[in-house]
Nanobody
Framework: QVQLVESGGGLAQPGGSLRLSCAASEFTLDYYAIGWFRQAPGKEREGVSCITHDGLTYYADSIKGRFTIARDNAKNTVTLQMNSLKPEDTAVYYC????????????????WGQGTQVTVSS
């Protein structure tokens, strides 16, 4: 069964860091664009970052310069390094896989993880 599993969420203080991982089972991520999305309570799911199969990266303006997406095809994982966290980064973070180029639209992704909670609070 194709599955994506996120890990690494938790509680961080403002200005702190967290590193999220997205691991795939039953398929290889090599040919997929991987996106990170987040959804805060009462808000729509929004795109955070994406990395294409060949390593092109895209970032939302709200996190540009603070978050870094990377992929390790050997480990079949994609990570999202989140630095200088702000309270407004609090959300459930999801990774998603898309067989194709980068997309900002959640509806264009084929597989989703279950999400991991990130809370930024003092």
């Amino acid at each position: 069964q194709v599955q994506l599993v996120e890990s690494g969420g938790g509680l961080a203080q403002p200005g702190g860091s967290l590193r999220l991982s997205c691991a795939a089972s039953e398929f290889t991520l090599d040919y997929y664009a991987i996106g990170w999305f987040r959804q805060a309570p009462g808000k729509e799911r929004e795109g955070v970052s994406c990395i294409t199969h060949d390593g092109l990266t895209y970032y939302a303006d709200s996190i540009k310069g603070r978050f870094t997406i990377a992929r390790d095809n050997a480990k079949n994982t994609v990570t999202l390094q989140m630095n200088s966290l702000k309270p407004e980064d609090t959300a459930v973070y999801y990774c998603a896989a898309r067989y194709g180029p980068h997309s900002d639209y959640a509806s264009e992704y084929d597989y989703w993880g279950q999400g991991t909670q990130v809370t930024v609070s003092s």
